[in-house]
């Protein structure tokens, strides 16, 4: 650590010259803020420093808490005009969460040689950075330090958070009618009624099409194929008879409270989606795993019959927390959940993404990695991506993408191992 200031409000001093200072440094090259509450008034105080940073080729990165809507939606407009057209920045908020406030005050610099790290009790408003009296420790270090490179990974965790969503126009217009909303429910002590969790995004940041001219030539290709379009009808009945294998299963689980009644059941339907019907060879080399105790499956079906009407990113996230550790991953989650409603849910693994990525997909590339909210944003992508091929399901659009890889399109021999 080369050196540390310790910084309030004074006379003599507001801890947002300090902020305008480092923002002004042509050698910036990186910003990370993460804070509790963000206004206007805090923006108004940093926005010509922010507009330098960024005509300097700076990158950045902005967290705000939404929690007892302190967090005014003027503040979030102005950022996201001025951060949403510059490549490399992030705007996102953290969706409130019961008996967890989103709550940090942070401040990162990264220089060339050098990160400074700022830490205390100053939000982005006008009170933080001007008038409140607050306090923070500002620290000057090594970016090849154990302390930033700490600073970054917890940044890098807020933005890997299911409570974190990358702001765009959807997501903004709602925390506005929100905040409207929740004004007249704020209580002396800033408590709410209800706190804000965004609804399911209608266009995705992650995806605008791009590469038209080569998909066109593709689909013009994929429509007068033969292999190809006698591979989407077989995946067509086989989702066909892996819905029917589901809802027996969920007949007989709503029809008997125990277990051991069902128990065969559960295999038998497992092994044919495992080795029949489902395509993925993760799912298939994981299949063991559920075989030898389908109990964790079987609490995924009745989850997910329970809640029709869940969102993409909820049903996921809690899906996987049920299958982890049981060979449960988000593979078979998606397929799973795809099964069960396949006008809604698409199929991912990292074979489309990474296809999906030729034409403007810039989300994770690795299913294996994926939680709720990156499945939302990818099935959100994959639903703009049929819509604009005319393709007439998510079955078809993934057996689309399967053929531009070139793999062989013939039907793969598994044997079925597991018996009861």
């Known amino acids: 650590m080369e050196s540390s200031i310790l910084e309030r409000n004074d006379n003599h001093h507001k801890i947002f010259h300090s902020i305008r200072n480092y923002l002004e440094d042509e050698t910036l090259d990186t910003v990370y803020i993460a804070v509790a509450f963000l206004t206007v008034g805090g923006f108004n105080l940093i926005r010509d420093a922010l507009i330098k940073a960024l005509d300097n080729g700076a990158k950045l990165s902005i967290i705000a808490g939404t929690d007892f ?15 949403d057209s510059r490549d490399g920045c992030v705007l996102g908020i953290m969706s409130a969460a019961k008996h967890q406030v989103f709550h940090p005050k942070l401040y990162c610099f990264g220089l060339v040689e050098t990160g400074v790290i700022s830490i205390g009790s100053a939000n982005l408003t006008g009170g933080g950075l001007n008038s409140n009296d607050e306090l ?3 620290v000057t270090v090594s970016k090849d330090s154990e302390e930033w490179q700490s600073i970054m990974r917890t940044f890098e965790s807020y933005t890997e958070s299911n409570r974190f969503w990358k702001l765009n126009e959807d997501v903004l217009s709602e925390y506005e009618e929100a905040h ?20 399911p995004r209608r266009r ?3 995806f605008s099409l791009t590469n038209t001219e080569n998909l066109k030539t593709l689909l013009n290709r994929y429509r007068e194929s033969g292999p190809a379009s006698e591979y989407y009808l077989r995946t067509k009945r086989n989702y066909s008879k892996a819905h029917e294998h589901i809802e027996d299963l969920v007949k007989e689980i709503q029809a008997s409270p125990k277990w ?6 559960a295999i038998a339907a497992y092994n044919h989606l495992a080795f029949d019907y489902w395509a993925s060879d993760g799912i298939y080399g994981q299949a063991w795993r559920v075989l030898d105790n389908p109990k964790p499956f079987v609490d995924l079906l009745k989850m997910l019959s329970d809640n029709p009407e869940g969102t993409a990113r909820k049903l996921f996230d809690t899906a996987l927390r049920i299958g982890r550790g049981h060979g449960i991953g988000p593979n078979a989650v998606s397929e799973t959940m795809h099964t069960m409603y396949p006008s ?10 990474k296809v999906l990525a030729r034409f403007g997909w810039r989300g994770k590339k690795s299913s294996s990695s994926f939680n709720g909210q990156d499945y939302s944003e990818f099935n959100e992508a994959m639903i703009v991506f049929k819509d604009f091929c005319k393709f007439e399901s998510l079955n078809q659009t993934d057996a689309f993408l399967y053929f531009t890889t070139g793999r062989s399109l013939a039907e793969p021999v598994r044997d079925i191992r597991v018996t009861y």
């Open 180 to 199: 409207q909303n929740a004004s007249p429910q704020l209580s002396k002590n800033n408590q709410l009624v209800d706190d804000f969790e965004p609804a």
């Open 204 to 206: 995705s940041k992650w």
């Open 69 to 83: 809507f302190q967090t005014d939606p003027q503040s979030l407009r102005s950022l996201f005009e001025l951060l």
């Open 136 to 138: 923070s420790i500002t």
């Open 344 to 353: 809604k849910f698409c199929v991912v693994n990292s074979r489309t993404a």
């Open 260 to 265: 051991l009644n069902f128990r065969p059941q």
